[in-house]
């Protein structure tokens, strides 16, 4: 079955990403088209990128890089969840994604984004990003606002309207992972 992780993009205390995730999970676990994991990179405590070798070497010195490593080798595609700091993808994910490249190529993705302009600035620089780490990103994303998305700017609380637009986006990631499964397979064969 076609694995894909729901991404967090913070590591704050504190953090409302979580609580995105975490949604964004729950609506991923009613289908039935691929299996889905919360991957919260709080837990991998990865500090300011510290490898040094290139991640396209894959030559990690580190145990918390080798453990992400493992941990971002186990799926066919991804889910990221961003929200928008000071207009651009927050420092966390960035830094994480940083970590990797192998592990990340010919592989799909989505995005959810939110922040006063539903993260639409985040979301285009994390396409850049993903674009670098040869991973075909799908065009539909969600997107949520902070002034209408979360009660007292914390507590997240979507709209029907915001909420709609995960589905889409859903739905184009999975078929996208399972068509990059036939794009690894060429390429290890060709290897």
């Given at each position: 079955?076609?694995?894909?992780?729901?991404?967090?993009?913070?590591?704050?205390?504190?953090?409302?990403?979580l609580g995105v995730a975490e949604w964004v999970l729950?609506?991923?676990?009613?289908?039935?088209?691929?299996?889905?994991?919360?991957?919260?990179?709080?837990?991998?405590?990865?500090?300011?990128?510290?490898?040094?070798?290139?991640?396209?070497?894959?030559?990690?010195?580190?145990?918390?890089?080798?453990?992400?490593?493992?941990?971002?080798?186990?799926?066919?595609?991804?889910?990221?969840?961003?929200?928008?700091?000071?207009?651009?993808?927050?420092?966390?994910?960035?830094?994480?994604?940083?970590?990797?490249?192998?592990?990340?190529?010919?592989?799909?993705?989505?995005?959810?984004?939110?922040?006063?302009?539903?993260?639409?600035?985040?979301?285009?620089?994390?396409?850049?990003?993903?674009?670098?780490?040869?991973?075909?990103?799908?065009?539909?994303?969600?997107?949520?606002?902070?002034?209408?998305?979360?009660?007292?700017?914390?507590?997240?609380?979507?709209?029907?309207?915001?909420?709609?637009?995960?589905?889409?986006?859903?739905?184009?990631?999975?078929?996208?992972?399972?068509?990059?499964?036939?794009?690894?397979?060429?390429?290890?064969?060709?290897?």
């Amino acid at each position: 079955m076609t694995k894909i992780a729901i991404v967090t993009g913070s590591t704050r205390p504190g953090r409302i990403n979580l609580g995105v995730a975490e949604w964004v999970l729950a609506q991923a676990q009613l289908r039935s088209d691929a299996e889905f994991e919360l991957v919260d990179i709080a837990a991998y405590n990865l500090p300011i990128l510290d490898e040094g070798y290139p991640a396209a070497y894959q030559n990690y010195t580190n145990d918390h890089t080798k453990v992400w490593s493992e941990k971002i080798a186990e799926f066919d595609g991804f889910v990221f969840i961003t929200g928008e700091y000071n207009h651009s993808v927050t420092p966390a994910l960035a830094n994480a994604l940083s970590y990797l490249n192998a592990e990340f190529a010919n592989k799909a993705a989505g995005i959810v984004g939110y922040g006063s302009a539903s993260g639409v600035r985040a979301v285009e620089h994390l396409r850049g990003i993903l674009s670098e780490l040869q991973i075909a990103h799908v065009q539909k994303t969600g997107m949520f606002s902070l002034f209408t998305d979360f009660e007292n700017f914390s507590t997240f609380a979507p709209t029907e309207l915001s909420a709609a637009t995960v589905a889409p986006m859903l739905d184009q990631t999975v078929v996208w992972a399972k068509a990059m499964e036939t794009v690894r397979d060429a390429a290890l064969v060709a290897a």
